[in-house]
């Protein structure tokens, strides 16, 4: 069986209802258990999962230490940004980090879509949390979401490397192709969603045929962005082959090297087994 890697799955979250349109809920223990069942049985042995704020962080460090092949990163999300105490929450995430299943700041960045926090304090507690990074030595989850005009200033001022030295990845990977080279220049890596599989996500799958394999992830972003056929239900780590797939016949290899190239560059960004 193929081996894959969730990049960016938040098992933190249920969906009441069984549809996307349902409220997401905290899960009981025994449905995280079953979706770490299925991935396994699906071939993804890892899954990282992202801290929103600081309720959701805990519950994604109890969430990796419980299960085997399960990673947690924390962190304050833009839309929390509005919420952030600087000497709280970094004295929090400080804390978490402390567990070894710890391998990542995120999921932040910024969020110009929604707005739900002020472009400014975005901003302001996304820089913070990028030297807190720095600081703990350890790669960062982004957000991106029409802001890479402010995004990409930010990240070379505070977070800049090199393709050879990783600092981190753009979840869930939509913006153009201009945008994606500068990222992969300062030592970022592109992650796709189900969304490569959206009818009219052409731009998603523009941008994934012209950039290199090499510089890949995949994610569920779980529960939400179900690939086709599973539009409108909750989306899960064992549906991640549907996406995988969908990206090798975008780039015109085969499953397996896709599998074989996003786990190894998983293992290298995160430094996992």
Not at 100 to 124: C, M, N, W
Not at 180 to 206: C, D, H, K, P, Q
Not at 234 to 258: D, F, H, I, M, Y
């Amino acid at each position: 069986m193929l081996e894959l890697a969730d990049s960016h799955g938040h098992l933190t979250m249920v969906m009441d209802g069984g549809t996307t349109a349902g409220r997401p809920r905290p899960p009981a223990p025994a449905e995280v258990a079953g979706l770490v069942a299925r991935a396994r049985d699906a071939g993804v042995t890892r899954i990282l999962v992202p801290g929103t704020c600081r309720v959701d962080q805990r519950l994604a460090v109890g969430i990796a230490e419980a299960h085997e092949g399960v990673f947690a990163a924390v962190g304050v999300h833009p839309h929390e940004a509005k919420d952030f105490d600087e000497d709280e929450d970094l004295r929090l995430m400080g804390e978490l980090c402390t567990s070894t299943k710890v391998v990542a700041v995120g999921e932040i960045g910024l969020d110009f879509h929604y707005d739900h926090s002020p472009r400014d304090v975005q901003r302001r507690v996304l820089a913070a949390q990028l030297r807190f990074a720095r600081e703990k030595g350890l790669p960062v989850l982004l957000h991106n979401r029409n802001s890479e005009a402010d995004l990409l200033p930010l990240l070379e001022a505070e977070a800049p490397g090199a393709p050879g030295e990783l600092r981190g990845v753009f979840h869930s990977f939509c913006a153009d192709v201009g945008t994606a080279r500068r990222a992969i220049a300062l030592g970022y890596l592109v992650s796709y969603s189900g969304m490569i599989t959206f009818g009219a996500a052409e731009n998603v799958r523009a941008s994934a045929a012209e950039l290199p394999l090499a510089s890949m992830l995949i994610e569920t972003d779980a529960p939400y962005l179900s690939p086709v056929p599973f539009r409108g239900k909750p989306n899960e780590p064992s549906l991640l082959p549907r996406t995988a797939q969908r990206l090798a016949e975008v780039k015109g290899v085969p499953l397996a090297e896709v599998a074989a190239v996003t786990t190894a560059n998983f293992r290298r960004l995160f430094r996992t087994p």
